[in-house]
């Protein structure tokens, strides 16, 4: 299954974006965010839960990123507020069948992309001074 992102751009530092991925017909129990600046390993960025129940962020987003799901319309949101330009980077969404944030399961998500068994190409995010 290919997840298709869009939302991203150009913004100066304290604008905000959102980013939008589709997941093609599909409902997964996990979506989360990555991202991947030049020269640096794709990193977390945050995740959502099945029914969105529970949310997890790295901690230079915390407060500022709010990542939402849409089971109706099998879409996953990330909205970026006051942005910096440390967020420049090219963002992936993921979607995976692990389940997390409910009883009996893990607190945290998969962390790692290999922990993930779906994504698609990645949107630009570029936050300039």
């Known amino acids: 299954v290919q997840l298709q992102a869009s939302g991203g751009g150009l913004v100066q530092a304290g604008g905000s974006l959102r980013l939008s991925c589709a997941t093609s017909g599909r409902s997964f129990a996990t979506y989360a965010w990555f991202r991947q600046s030049p020269g640096k390993e794709r990193e977390f960025v945050a995740a959502?839960?099945?029914?969105?129940?529970?949310?997890y962020y790295t901690d230079s987003v915390r407060g500022r990123f709010t990542i939402s799901r849409d089971d109706a319309k099998n879409t996953v949101d990330l909205q970026m507020n006051s942005l910096k330009p440390e967020d420049t980077a090219v963002y992936y969404c993921y979607a995976g069948h692990n389940t997390w944030g409910v009883a009996g399961t893990a607190t945290t998500p998969p962390a790692f992309t290999n922990e993930y068994d779906s994504w698609g190409q990645g949107t630009q995010v570029t936050v300039s001074s």
């Open positions: 959502v839960s099945w029914g969105g129940e529970s949310l």
